[in-house]
């Protein structure tokens, strides 16, 4: 009698157990999520798109959503001249040894005609203050906010980038990349790509193809690099839980992974725009994606923006970018070889 009564205590012990384990794995989490594809809203209300095209007609607005932060520099003359591409690099304050590699590589603004600009996108950390004003002071070349450099403000430190470029470079550029200090990067590739990104190689081929004839950088709006389609995680365990008062759908928009893409001059515009009637979030590839998704913006993916670094240096000719390089010497050994 006792045995088969403690039996049945621990079958329901372990049953509650079960069923708490699924819940923090966020097994019912996924059951109460709703169907993106039935159709998907965020907040604010109204439609952004349509708002958008009239702001760049001439309407007046009032924005829903800003981000209230001051650049500590802001290097206003950057772009004083016409150039082609923009490198907006998020970067974290102690990677002094990355940035300067960059700079000496993929980021060098001698490169396609001295038509290249590059900034690094940067908070604060009181440690790091004193090295970092010595850093702007000598290359002119970070534009930092007055928030703290944490990894929940990075949606604010890739809007300050957004801002910035607005403000500042959006009239002397064409084409604008964010991309994190980990990264390889082949300026002229991108540009190859940015131009036409529906003949080069690594595309996806089962996408519909747009039917524009004219891809010029404020025509055609680009938002390309590596594309994810993917659920949030609903796992208590997680880094990236995202509980469903935060985000209530089963899918994310299609977006591009944050490490790297690109952005023609009119999608840098309207995203701009759009940020100013889209609730904050932060995750900044997730809030990008669905800034491009309330425009209709097709994320463009393209295999030769890499997650993992390719392996042999053959890989590198269609490389567009990265992911992988957190150690510097590597990075300039690859550049060398590719530029020897
Ligand atoms: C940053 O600057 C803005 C605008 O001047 C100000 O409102 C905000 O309080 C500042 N933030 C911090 C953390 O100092
Ligand atoms: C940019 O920096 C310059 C020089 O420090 C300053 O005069 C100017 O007001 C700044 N502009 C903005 C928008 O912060
Ligand atoms: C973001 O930066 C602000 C301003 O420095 C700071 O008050 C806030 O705690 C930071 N947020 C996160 C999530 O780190
Ligand atoms: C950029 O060009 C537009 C249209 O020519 C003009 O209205 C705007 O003031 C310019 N912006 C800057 C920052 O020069």
């Known amino acids: 009698m006792a045995v088969s009564f403690s039996k049945r205590k621990l079958k329901i012990f372990l049953i509650a157990l079960g069923l708490l384990l699924i819940h923090l794995c966020g097994g019912f989490l996924h059951l109460f999520a709703q169907d993106f594809d039935e159709g998907f809203d965020y907040p604010y209300n109204g439609n952004v798109k349509f708002l958008v095209d009239h702001i760049l007609n001439g309407a007046k607005f009032t924005p829903k959503n800003t981000y209230n932060f001051a650049y500590k520099t802001n290097c206003s003359h950057k772009c004083n001249s016409p150039v082609k591409l923009l490198f907006l690099v998020k970067s974290a304050p102690n990677n002094y040894i990355r940035r300067d590699i960059i700079r000496q590589t993929w980021g060098s603004e001698k490169q396609l005609d001295g038509r ?4 690094f996108l940067i908070g604060e950390r009181a440690s790091d ?3 970092l004003n010595e850093e ?3 290359y002119n070349d970070l534009v930092q906010g007055n928030f703290s450099d944490t990894y929940f403000n990075n949606t604010l430190k890739t809007m300050m980038g957004f801002y910035w470029a607005y403000k500042f470079c959006l009239n002397a550029s064409e084409y604008f990349m964010f991309v994190d200090d980990d990264y390889y990067v082949s300026p002229k590739n991108v540009l190859t790509f940015a131009e036409n990104p529906f003949v080069y190689p690594g595309r996806d081929i089962t996408a519909n193809i747009y039917t524009f004839t004219d891809l010029s950088p404020d025509k055609f709006e ?3 690099g590596y594309v994810f389609e993917s659920s949030p995680f609903r796992s208590y365990f997680s880094k990236w839980y995202v509980p469903l008062d935060e985000y209530s759908y089963n899918k994310w928009p299609p977006y591009v992974t944050a490490g790297a893409y690109v952005l023609s001059r009119l999608s840098l515009k309207k995203m701009y725009y ?3 009637f889209t609730k904050h ?3 900044d590839d997730i809030y990008v994606g669905i800034l491009a998704y309330k425009l209709e913006i097709k994320p463009i993916h393209n295999e030769n923006f890499h997650f993992h670094k390719p392996y042999d240096s053959f890989d590198y000719k269609k490389t567009i970018a ?4 957190d150690d510097p010497k590597e990075l300039l050994k ?4 590719q530029n020897a």
């Open 281 to 283: 979030f932060r995750f």
């Open 116 to 119: 290249v600009r590059t900034v």
């Open 334 to 337: 690859i550049w060398k070889q």
């Open 136 to 138: 702007a002071d000598m």
């Open 222 to 224: 680009i938002y390309g």
């Open 322 to 325: 990265s992911h992988g390089f």
């Open 274 to 276: 759009a940020s100013l």
């Open 129 to 131: 203050t004193i090295k």
